[in-house]
């Protein structure tokens, strides 16, 4: 995909994501919309899958480590051809399978059910390990948030990444600097990030998680990394796409109220139009970066 | 004379014979291979032995990352840390998304001894079998112990196995027709008077306190219970109609395990039938030689006999 096409796609994900939390009246935007760039470049023009054959042995997988993201999850796979975009309608819906954290069993294309934090990036170095077990080439992404590193099993796999030489393992932190209480910053200090992982032994990409070019850079140099995992470090902001979810821990999971969700879905449907423009017209230049706030600084 | 050897000691034995037949068989331990037995394995096998270190939770999830892979994982520490540290891990990581891991705690119950109440684990069935489709496995020697490696190596799906510490004699192998099917007791000797349901070392125990209980003129049934979940209905059941008052030993807990499930069971069967639970009385261990921790606790044959006792009172 182009980068206006990733652009169009990721705010497609978004209007989508925000019709399945408006609708059951629950869900995590925050952190969905700061990660849906980075999924959205991963799935559209990094992973090697197919969509009609969601087990392939030799796939690239994808853990969800902070696994309430599936607004961002669920629009991404359906947008990729896992399954119809109609399904999304049954998040969170005692009718549907839809769970309101990825799971694995019923959602196709979910690699692994995940949902309670820290524990997603444990599977993705089981899978990297079995993948240099079978001698299969395939790699292994994990999403984490920055919130998510305060728990121990994030640096204990880390350590273990590390000794088994997993550079088929690519973690991305997206680091949009809130968690629900408050600005990580303040509820857990746990910069800096680049240090720590480097001091775990992994290779640190710095990264603007909402700069197209820069996320299939990072992913490139991730790929291009021998005897050691990588990690990329990006810096992104939480409600990334709608004005006024922009920089809030107020919408790690809360859903709109009516006004709300009329005024995102207008904003969404403005990127929307202006990026469906073809490429070189006014409208499509500027929808990109219309509206963006600076992230948190990691460094 | 029948051989003697503790679980886990056959237990490392049979995993390691069964490499070859089961290239997918993947093990892991966090840094007490030399415990669990998993050694053996991973010294004929190294490149499918990954020792993650002092880092239960992350082994666990790590074994799931592996079972999605197609991989068949059985991840090692002791039962205290593989079931009580990393319980969460194996609910989410494991049993959840139904992946096919097998967690096995070794050094199970008080006959850890010395160690003490940190590392004496009284609780594992009772967590273990609470989680949606987790099976629960204790056997108790070392031939039923080899036969289970094998089951479970063919059963698809997450489960808990124990394994003791101590060496323990052999009690299942002169058993005619014994075989072991998970999910099925096994009755290892006839009695009309009372039944025990026996799990883990404490089935050594049962058959001890039942010779006892011979010469006083009391039958007493022993059935090995070696699985905790899913829980034998029928031959608990059988044993309720036929003696008419049970007894349930474990060297655990007497709260969520063997004597939970089968109060379970025989409760919501309407049989009015007595079950005594012998096993931890709700209270933590302490250090000690394995088995004058067990003697102080009852966990012995005259601890059986007693509560054979109450359940024949209570029988009337």
């Known amino acids: 995909m182009t980068h206006q096409e990733l652009a169009l796609t990721a705010a497609r994900a978004r209007l989508l994501g925000l019709e399945m939390v408006y609708r059951a009246a629950s869900g995590h935007l925050g952190g969905s919309y700061s990660a849906l760039d980075l999924l959205t470049v991963l799935y559209q023009n990094v992973m090697r899958v197919d969509p009609q054959d969601p087990q392939a042995p030799g796939r690239d997988r994808f853990v969800l480590s902070k696994g309430h993201c599936t607004p961002a999850l669920y629009p991404t796979l359906a947008l990729r051809g896992y399954f119809p975009v109609d399904e999304l309608g049954q998040f969170r819906s005692i009718r549907g399978h839809l769970s309101g954290h990825a799971e694995m069993r019923h959602v196709r294309g979910v690699d692994m059910s995940t949902g309670s ?5 444990s599977a993705a170095v089981g899978m990297a390990l079995a993948g240099k077990l079978d001698g299969l080439g395939y790699r292994v992404y994990a999403m984490l948030g920055d919130g998510e590193v305060e728990e121990g099993q994030v640096w204990e796999a880390a350590m273990a990444a590390a000794k088994f030489q997993l550079d088929n393992l690519c973690a991305i932190v997206d680091v949009n600097g ?36 820069a996320i299939e850079a990072a992913y ?12 990329i470090l990006a810096r992104t902001v939480k409600g990334k796409g709608v004005s006024f979810m922009e920089g809030s821990a107020g919408w790690h999971g809360k859903a709109p109220n009516d006004q709300q969700y009329q005024q995102a879905k207008a904003e969404l449907e403005g990127q929307i139009a202006a990026l469906s423009q073809p490429a070189g017209q006014p409208g499509a230049a500027q929808a990109a970066p219309a509206e963006r706030k600076e992230g948190k600084a990691y460094v | 004379m029948s051989e003697t050897i503790a679980t886990r000691a056959a237990y490392g034995q049979a995993l390691a014979a069964l490499g070859e037949e089961y290239p997918d068989l993947v093990v892991l331990d966090a840094d007490l291979s030399g415990s669990t037995m998993s050694k053996q394995f ?16 992350n082994m666990t999830g790590i074994a799931a990352g592996l079972a999605t892979c197609g991989k068949r994982p059985f991840l090692h520490s002791f039962a205290m840390f593989a079931a009580g540290r990393a319980w969460e891990q194996v609910r989410n990581s494991i049993a959840y998304p139904r992946l096919n891991v097998k967690v096995v705690g070794s050094h199970g119950g008080l006959s850890v001894g ?10 594992d069935y ?18 039923s112990m080899r036969l289970a490696v094998r089951a479970l190596l063919d059963y698809d799906g997450p489960a808990y196995l124990r394994l003791g510490r101590l060496a323990v004699e052999s009690v299942t192998d002169g058993i005619p027709g014994y075989r072991f099917e998970l999910g099925r007791g096994f009755q290892l000797r006839e009695g009309r008077d009372v039944t025990v349901l026996a799990t883990g070392m404490m089935v050594q125990e049962a058959l001890q306190a039942a010779q006892a209980l011979d010469a006083e003129g009391i039958g007493v049934r022993v059935i090995d219970m070696h699985t905790i979940k899913p829980l034998d209905e029928e031959i608990v059941l059988k ?19 063997l004597g939970s499930a089968v109060c379970e069971c025989v409760a919501g069967s309407g049989l009015p039938v007595p079950v005594v639970r012998h096993g931890v009385q709700d209270v933590f261990g302490r250090s000690g030689a394995a088995r004058d921790v067990l003697a102080a606790y009852g966990l012995t044959a005259d601890g059986i006999r007693e509560s054979v006792k109450r359940a024949l009172a209570l029988k009337g």
């Not at chain 1, 490139?220 to 990690?231: K, N």
């Not at chain 2, 032995?49 to 002092?54: E, K, P, S």
Request: proline share 8%; aromatic share 6%.
């Open chain 2, 114 to 123: 010395e160690d003490g109440a940190t590392h004496q684990c009284i609780e």
């Open chain 2, 239 to 257: 044993a309720a109609r036929e003696t008419g008052a049970l007894v349930t030993s474990e060297e655990a807990t007497v709260l969520g395990g």
């Open chain 1, 220 to 231: 490139a140099q991730a790929a291009a990394v021998r005897g050691q995992p990588s990690v």
């Open chain 2, 42 to 57: 991973a010294d004929a096998y190294p490149h499918r032995f990954f020792n993650v270190g002092i880092a239960e939770a």
């Open chain 1, 178 to 213: 809130l968690q629900i209480d408050g600005p990580t910053a303040e509820v857990m200090p746990s910069e800096p990030l680049d240090q720590k992982w480097a001091a775990f032994g992994w290779h640190v990409i710095p990264c603007d998680g909402h700069d197209y070019a």
């Open chain 2, 126 to 143: 009772a967590i273990m079998r609470a989680i949606p489709g987790m099976a629960v496995v204790s056997p108790c020697d070392g031939p």
């Open chain 1, 117 to 121: 934090l820290g524990q997603g990036v």
